[in-house]
């Protein structure tokens, strides 16, 4: 944590909060100018940031196909910044998504709300 804004007579602080998404801890101290403290009180609180936000995933044919078909997978998702994707697929019958999952496509970068970046099969 660093000092955003040193004492002044100022009672307000416009934080440009462009930070990753998260929780951060903001503070205020308060001293008598005529006191030479490090403060007389002091207040805290938790703020978040959102980061991304609704990820989405749809196809553009609908499941089941024939082995060989070309999929279309589309993500998207709500996010204050530009934003990028990494799709992923599991075997068959492993729909848990654990250590058998392979990467499809490193990432595709998006810089609007969705990336249509993949073909899957033939």
């Not at 004492?7 to 930070?19: L, P």
């Not at 403290?37 to 959102?50: E, F, H, R």
Request: aromatic share 8%.
């Amino acid at each position: 944590m660093g000092i955003a804004q040193d004492y002044s007579t100022a009672s307000t602080f416009k934080w440009s909060a462009n930070g990753v998404g998260g929780t951060y801890g903001v503070e205020v101290d308060v001293r008598d100018v005529s006191r030479p403290l490090t403060y007389d009180g002091v207040a805290n609180i938790t703020y978040v940031l959102n980061a991304c936000s609704g990820a989405s995933l749809t196809t553009d044919l609908a499941s089941p196909q024939p082995t060989g078909a070309s999929v279309t997978l589309t993500g998207g998702a709500t996010c204050p910044r530009s934003h990028e994707f990494r799709f992923w697929s599991s075997h068959p019958g492993e729909l848990d998504f654990g250590p058998v999952v392979q990467q499809l496509q490193h990432l595709c970068v998006a810089s609007a709300e969705h990336a249509r970046c993949l073909r899957v099969g033939a």
